[in-house]
């Protein structure tokens, strides 16, 4: 039962649908055997399918985060599903392999078990003070702190390692912003792992004649539906704003705060913005490393390149465009892609649109 449950949890969160739902239906059976049946499902699947067991495990790690901040039931339950989760989760994804990945579940799973050795001290220190007749259950629990503690000292141990190899093998890839988290005693804060780059010529199809048929507000929705978008740290609209006919869209662009990032044409050099754009990008790979997802609102094919640099630093990527206006190539590239209305179809009518949110594995249905 636990496991036919497990895989429903699993495939809904893999096709982006919320599953906080599905959880408050399925209460009552989130118990310390659930927690040990997902060791075991994991397990079988990593074994039965190592070809895809990477993307499993992102699956699972996605449903620990889920589970770790659920408010309803038993959260210290809750906590013992996301801690086995995440302990699976790591048997694939290594150090090696995937640095970057591997450090964030680290700092999830040290998380968990700081939350969790607040509850067993909480539960400690009410039994010391209400009866003197639990002391195998006092004893058992201070047993489980301090393994957790001790649990906790040398995964932060092995994070200072890797951050001093990775100085001396890959300067370009900085884990201080995990060890500092590490080191708070309280939860961590909303993580703001994406940016937003919008390129405008190609949204409006055009300087010359600009076209409106798009909503930025619905297409800033859609990025956000992704479970992977914590939350947006900042969104760079390129364009040459001194075009008056830019004017429909200035309060928008105010309104969600999208910074307008003014490019001028040089004698009509039609590519001036996706060279700011893809500059931009890459410099912000360096300065800002805690930025996870880059969403790419353009068509252009010339985007895949930078599709595949961002991949090359371990990114994840979400592009956004026109169905009919779109590179073959830039989907392909892109982990997850929004496909926007027609606008030949949809001219004029905004508030009737609705944007397709495409995940990998709707896209290659599609292809084939």
Same mark, same amino acid.
């Given at each position: 039962?636990?496991?036919?449950?497990?895989?429903?949890?699993?495939?809904?969160?893999?096709?982006?649908?919320?599953?906080?739902?599905?959880?408050?239906?399925?209460?009552?059976?989130?118990?310390?055997?659930?927690?040990?049946?997902?060791?075991?499902?994991?397990?079988?699947?990593?074994?039965?399918?190592?070809?895809?067991?990477?993307?499993?495990?992102?699956?699972?790690?996605?449903?620990?985060?889920?589970?770790?901040?659920?408010?309803?039931?038993?959260?210290?339950?809750?906590?013992?599903?996301?801690?086995?989760?995440?302990?699976?989760?790591?048997?694939?994804?290594?150090?090696?392999?995937?640095? @970057?990945?591997?450090?964030?579940? #680290? $700092? +999830?799973?040290?998380?968990?078990? &700081?939350?969790?050795?607040?509850?067993? /001290? %909480?539960?400690?220190?009410?039994?010391?003070?209400?009866?003197?007749?639990?002391?195998?259950?006092?004893?058992?629990?201070?047993? @489980?702190?301090?393994?957790?503690? #001790? $649990? +906790?000292?040398?995964?932060?141990? &092995?994070?200072?390692?890797?951050?001093? /190899? %990775?100085?001396?093998?890959?300067?370009?890839?900085?884990?201080?912003?995990?060890?500092?988290?590490?080191?708070?005693?309280?939860?961590?804060?909303?993580?703001?792992?994406?940016?937003?780059?919008?390129?405008?010529?190609?949204?409006?199809?055009?300087?010359?004649?600009?076209?409106?048929?798009?909503?930025?507000?619905?297409?800033?929705?859609?990025?956000?539906?992704?479970?992977?978008?914590?939350?947006?740290?900042?969104?760079?609209?390129?364009?040459?704003?001194?075009?008056?006919?830019?004017?429909?869209?200035?309060?928008?662009?105010?309104?969600?705060?999208?910074?307008?990032?003014?490019?001028?044409?040089?004698?009509?050099?039609?590519?001036?913005?996706?060279?700011?754009?893809?500059?931009?990008?890459?410099?912000?790979?360096?300065?800002?490393?805690?930025?996870?997802?880059?969403?790419?609102?353009?068509?252009?094919?010339?985007?895949?390149?930078?599709?595949?640099?961002?991949?090359?630093?371990?990114?994840?990527?979400?592009?956004?465009?026109?169905?009919?206006?779109?590179?073959?190539?830039?989907?392909?590239?892109?982990?997850?892609?929004?496909?926007?209305?027609?606008?030949?179809?949809?001219?004029?009518?905004?508030?009737?649109?609705?944007?397709?949110?495409?995940?990998?594995?709707?896209?290659?249905?599609?292809?084939?």
């Amino acid at each position: 039962m636990h496991q036919d449950l497990i895989f429903h949890f699993l495939k809904a969160i893999s096709q982006n649908q919320d599953i906080y739902p599905l959880i408050v239906e399925h209460l009552d059976k989130l118990d310390r055997t659930f927690a040990s049946e997902l060791r075991n499902f994991a397990s079988l699947k990593f074994a039965s399918q190592p070809a895809k067991a990477a993307s499993i495990a992102n699956i699972i790690v996605k449903f620990c985060n889920l589970i770790a901040k659920f408010e309803q039931g038993s959260h210290e339950t809750n906590l013992e599903i996301a801690i086995a989760g995440y302990e699976s989760a790591l048997t694939v994804i290594t150090r090696e392999a995937f640095p @970057q990945v591997w450090a964030g579940i #680290q $700092q +999830s799973l040290i998380g968990a078990y &700081q939350q969790r050795q607040y509850i067993s /001290s %909480q539960a400690i220190s009410e039994l010391k003070e209400n009866t003197s007749q639990n002391k195998i259950q006092i004893n058992d629990l201070t047993e @489980q702190f301090e393994q957790e503690k #001790q $649990q +906790s000292s040398e995964l932060k141990a &092995q994070l200072l390692e890797a951050m001093e /190899s %990775q100085k001396k093998a890959a300067p370009l890839m900085d884990l201080q912003p995990i060890v500092s988290a590490i080191q708070a005693t309280k939860s961590p804060l909303p993580n703001f792992n994406t940016v937003v780059l919008y390129d405008i010529e190609n949204l409006t199809l055009g300087n010359s004649n600009p076209q409106f048929t798009f909503s930025l507000k619905e297409i800033t929705e859609n990025i956000k539906r992704y479970n992977l978008v914590d939350k947006i740290a900042g969104q760079y609209a390129y364009a040459d704003w001194s075009n008056n006919k830019l004017n429909r869209i200035r309060s928008d662009i105010q309104q969600l705060g999208i910074e307008p990032m003014q490019i001028f044409g040089f004698n009509n050099h039609k590519n001036a913005a996706d060279i700011q754009l893809v500059i931009d990008a890459v410099e912000l790979i360096h300065s800002k490393p805690s930025l996870e997802v880059f969403a790419i609102v353009s068509g252009d094919g010339g985007f895949s390149c930078l599709a595949k640099k961002l991949h090359e630093y371990g990114k994840i990527v979400i592009g956004c465009a026109y169905e009919s206006q779109t590179n073959k190539l830039l989907p392909a590239v892109c982990d997850y892609f929004v496909r926007l209305p027609d606008p030949f179809k949809q001219k004029n009518k905004i508030d009737n649109v609705t944007s397709t949110v495409e995940t990998p594995r709707l896209r290659n249905k599609r292809q084939n």
